[in-house]
């Protein structure tokens, strides 16, 4: 089997992985704080993670970004959080849409805070994606649903992280940048769910267990696809996304297809992949770095 045909398995692997862990913090949404949920996602996830951790006698955490580190961390709590909102407020396939939006933030960041320069196709993705979230959004004079707000407030964080994670990855690997992730991340979620303590029961335990699983194989199945061929090749996969979370909406919350969305998410992608392929063309790799999911 060739390398490409390897990371089309990968990633499509990675993303029906992807929108099932949705499903189940969703579900847990109604029975749990966000804090508990994000608390032991990320502290299960750590558990797995940690044999690799142990492996070479910590030299794997070996870093000198270890400020930028907390900063990401910080701020992948607080868009972690967001986004765990959001998904409980919103309609599966709704949040999966607003995935999108992170790659766009971090245009704008890129060009604030890297000083890179902002040409026509940047400007050309940004107002394609602009019209994808007022699409998606659907404001109308009652306003715009709260889910919305914490969706835009999420992928904001994720997508500065984006930009920090550019700036990580020129010292340090994937698997360094993704073990402070889930390291200092369940550090700062001990505290918020210690301030708003509960005990899951037994089932809840397994099924915080189960997503943390399934997180922590989402993000090692997608690194290994774009080990092995090209970002802009493997881009176009990630709309499966979308597709898987509208038939798992459906199947277990009963949640009808809506035209806006797949037309606003539809536009949202097409802004992505102008971003992702013209970065590819200029070899600049914030999106492809971008790919250590932050859930």
Known sequence: MSNNYKAIFYVIL????????????????????????????????????????LRNNFAILKTSNLKLYFLRSSLNVFGMLFNFTALGLLTLEKSAAFGFVSP???????????????????????????????????????????????A?????????????????????????????????TSFFLFFLFILFFEIPNSFQ?????????????????FNQAIRLTEVTFL????????????????IYFGDAPSV????????????MLIITIRENQLSKDIVKKSDINNL
């Open 104 to 150: 766009i933030y971090a245009t704008i960041f890129a060009v604030l805070i890297l000083k890179e320069k902002i040409r026509i196709y940047r400007v050309t993705a940004l107002i394609i994606g602009f019209i994808g979230v007022i699409i998606i959004a659907q404001p109308s004079l009652s306003g715009v649903e709260k889910g919305v707000y914490f």
């Open 260 to 271: 806006y969305t797949w037309i606003g998410g539809t536009i949202l992608f097409s802004s």
């Open 205 to 221: 335990i397994l099924q915080l267990a189960t997503a943390a699983f399934l997180g922590t194989f989402m993000h090692y199945f």
């Open 152 to 184: 835009l407030l999420g992928q904001l964080c994720f997508g500065l992280t984006m930009v920090l994670i550019k700036k990580m990855s020129d010292k340090d690997s994937s698997l360094t940048i993704l073990s402070y992730q889930y390291i200092l």
């Open 235 to 250: 881009t176009p996969f990630k709309y499966l996304g979308l597709i898987f979370a509208s038939i798992f909406g459906f």
């Open 14 to 53: 990675s993303t029906f992985i992807g929108s099932f862990f949705a499903v189940i913090l969703k579900s847990l949404y109604n029975e749990l704080q966000v804090t508990t949920i994000g608390f032991f996602r990320f502290f299960f996830g750590l558990l797995i993670l940690s044999p690799l951790i």
